[in-house]
């Protein structure tokens, strides 16, 4: 196996068991590691420290164990073993009203660089490092014998791969194959997922708390669910007992969902309706006046030198929003990239609650839930940030 050696006290933070490896602390490096292969990280004095996936950019490496084991089959069907635990513990597996979770969670299940969201019978697994893309074929069988639900799994990859990588990025099935068209079912409401072309893994698993926390809020409200997507937050508004739900989303494929998703779940709703439009262009012509109003974009920076402009679209839109939600009204407002920090997003929506000139309270403090755990030693993995808002 090559070893890396790092430069002088660069050790610390994996001595912290922090899971990333920068290329700015590498020293030397004894041979020339293929993109993807597992390479051995010491010290300077060549003490063992860990062994991860060699990657090419400013994550050099990222970490899969900080134990000096053999890293064979037995090592990942372990690690999803853990995983899949974790999510029984949980209560998420097979409820009846349930069928839809997050088994890994990249850092946070100690699998950095692996997605994986199972459907009913179908696992969706997504690598974002060539070091997981060279493992999709192990990971996919080990998933079969450790989820018994789980009888397919689809590889969805084309567009999270390092975009350098010279290797062939094809999605499809590693194993079995399922139906074109699958409805995820969360908390007894269900929704049509596209894992082949819709965005991530096909649905945001990821909200499935805060929309329930919306749905108690939502009785007589007039809703505004703006970057809708699906239309998650508009279908449970609606069962909440909305008066009223506009849904806008710029993508046309997005808002066909959402009215699909609509269909499915209330086909006599009259009192739903969606829109493909820019969010600015939507607020500016002032369709409706809303006393609940959800801001779920899409992560408006993925990497740190966007975060300045990044927090200025946070302030903007949060400020259109302020300015037209009606008095003694709700605002979940949320931040979905990893780059921006609690405290940074908190500014952001502070200072559009200021320029404003409205009174705001917080209500509640929303995070991601428990299958997209967050490892205590990568405090990065904390991506999703959310603030309801009592405005005045």
Partial sequence: MIIIKLKPKKEESLLRFHPWVFSGAIQTINGKPSEGELVEVVD???????????????????????????????????????????????????????????????????????IVDVYDDTAVLQAHSVGMHMMRETLAKSMVEIVPAVKNVFYKSETTLPFHAPIEKEDGYLIG??????????????FSVDWLKGQKTGFFVDQRENRILLEKYSRGKNVLNMFCYTGGFSVYALRGGASLVHSV?????????????IRRNFPEATNHQSFAEDAFKFFGDKRADYDLIILDPPAFAKHRDAVRNALKGYKRLNLKALQQIKPNSILFTFSCSQVISRDQFRLAVFSAAAEAKRNVRILHQLSQPADHPINIYHPEGEYLKGLVLYVE
């Fill in 249 to 261: 989303d710029s993508s046309a494929k997005a808002i066909e969902l959402t009215d699909k998703n």
């Fill in 177 to 190: 194959k399922a139906n074109k068209s699958f409805n995820a079912i969360e908390n007894g409401l269900e």
């Fill in 44 to 114: 300077n004095q060549n003490n063992f420290l860990a062994i991860g996936h060699y990657q090419i950019g400013s994550i050099a490496v990222r970490i899969v164990t900080f134990m000096k084991e053999e890293i064979n089959n037995d090592f990942w069907k372990n690690k999803i073993k853990q995983a899949y635990i974790l999510r029984c513990e949980l209560g998420l597996v097979n409820p009846p009203q349930n069928n839809t979770f997050r088994l890994i969670h990249g850092e946070g299940d100690n699998l950095p660089g692996l």
